[in-house]
């Protein structure tokens, strides 16, 4: 059975940092786009970062932009989110996600077939 598991999630001051961990397991998911997607009390689900199969091509939302890092390790079926001078409002459940049909890269929730049970990351001020 396919899955994703997030880890790595916590609780950190504004300033500090976080590496996200997706683990996944059950097929092999070298030859997916993959993403990460956060969404905070009361709001939406929005896709935070993406990156191509390859790793060749990466996207990042502009509130995020310059601060975190999407990478991903093929041989070890892992994707990572280097979070870093995270502020109280990246305060989300943070999901990973694979799929199966992009081409590149994913900016859409229904882009992915697979999802992550997801991590709680708090920012406190």
């Known amino acids: 059975q396919e899955q994703l598991v997030e880890s790595g999630g916590g609780v950190v001051q504004a300033g500090g940092s976080l590496r996200l961990s997706c683990a996944a397991s059950?097929?092999?998911?070298?030859?997916?786009?993959m993403g990460w997607f956060r969404q905070a009390p009361g709001k939406e689900r929005e896709v935070v970062a993406a990156i191509s199969w390859s790793g060749g091509n990466t996207y990042y939302a502009d509130s995020v932009k310059g601060r975190f890092t999407i990478s991903r390790e093929n041989a070890k079926n892992t994707v990572y989110l280097q979070m870093n001078s995270l502020k109280p409002e990246d305060t989300a459940v943070y999901y990973c996600?694979?799929?199966?049909?992009?081409?590149?890269?994913?900016?859409?929730?229904?882009?992915?077939?697979?999802w992550g049970q997801g991590t709680q990351v708090t920012v406190s001020s």
């Open positions: 059950g097929r092999t998911f070298s030859s997916y786009g």
């Open positions: 996600a694979a799929g199966s049909t992009i081409v590149t890269m994913g900016f859409y929730s229904y882009d992915y077939d697979y």
